[in-house]
Nanobody, 120 residues
Framework: QVQLVESGGGLVQPGGSLRLSCAASGIIFSIYTTAWYRQAPGKQRELVAAISSGGGRNYADSVKGRFTISRDNAKNTVYLQMNSLKPEDTAVYYC??????????????WGQGTLVTVSS
C-alpha cells in the first residue's frame, strides 16, 4: 500500500526559509517523476515543482528562483527547499508522483500534507 508522509511545515516570517520532506512507503520515488503540490485556502491544488527520474526539474513560475526540489534515492525521500517565502506561499503542501514532467495526473493516494504559513 502506498503511503506518502509530508513534514517540515510551520510558521515562518516573510523572507524566511523552510525545507519540506516527503517520505514514501510502497512506492519507489526514483522510478517516477516526484512532485510537490500546494493548496491554499479556497483555491485548487496546484503543481509547485517536479523532479523526473532522470533528475530534470520544472517549477511553477511563482516559485522559480526561490524553491528547489531534490530527491534522496537512498532514503526514498523528496525535499522542497523554500527560500524567500512570501505570504502567498501559505498553503498545505503535498507530494505525489506522476508519470512524466509533463503529465498532469497524480498517481498515488494523497497524504495529509504539511501546512506552511508565511506571516509576520
Amino acid at each position: 500500500q502506498v503511503q506518502l508522509v509530508e513534514s517540515g511545515g510551520g510558521l515562518v516570517q516573510p523572507g524566511g526559509s523552510l525545507r519540506l520532506s516527503c517520505a514514501a512507503s510502497g512506492i519507489i520515488f526514483s522510478i517516477y517523476t516526484t512532485a510537490w503540490y500546494r493548496q491554499a485556502p479556497g483555491k485548487q491544488r496546484e503543481l509547485v515543482a517536479a523532479i523526473s527520474s532522470g533528475g530534470g526539474r520544472n517549477y511553477a513560475d511563482s516559485v522559480k528562483g526561490r524553491f528547489t526540489i531534490s530527491r534522496d534515492n537512498a532514503k526514498n525521500t523528496v525535499y522542497l527547499q523554500m527560500n524567500s517565502l512570501k505570504p502567498e506561499d501559505t498553503a498545505v503542501y503535498y507530494c505525489n508522483v506522476k508519470s512524466t514532467l509533463g503529465a498532469t495526473g497524480a498517481l498515488a493516494p494523497w497524504g495529509q500534507g504539511t501546512l506552511v504559513t508565511v506571516s509576520s
